[in-house]
């Protein structure tokens, strides 16, 4: 995409157009998918069940649980608590 900027128009485009694809790539990116080093970086484990694991994001403090299995062990299914 090439712009010529010639007015506040095409320059407020421009940065609407770069916005849209910074948040669609970051939409795109999310992880789906950790190894249990992945997890313990990115999560606090508050307890175990039977296939689920229930944990806190330390980012920012969110909590919900994960779905695993498999061997080497795979979270997934990143489910947010209310």
Known sequence: MIYILSGKTQLSQMF???KTI???SKLTAEKT???TDE???DF???GFGHGYCAV???SDGQ???FDFGGRPR???NFVKSN
């Open 63 to 65: 909590k919900g649980s």
């Open 39 to 41: 997890l313990t970086e």
């Open 16 to 18: 609407m157009t770069i």
């Open 56 to 58: 806190e994001r330390k």
């Open 33 to 35: 998918e950790w190894s």
């Open 74 to 76: 795979k979270y997934f």
């Open 22 to 24: 910074t948040t669609m």
């Open 44 to 46: 606090k484990v508050i």
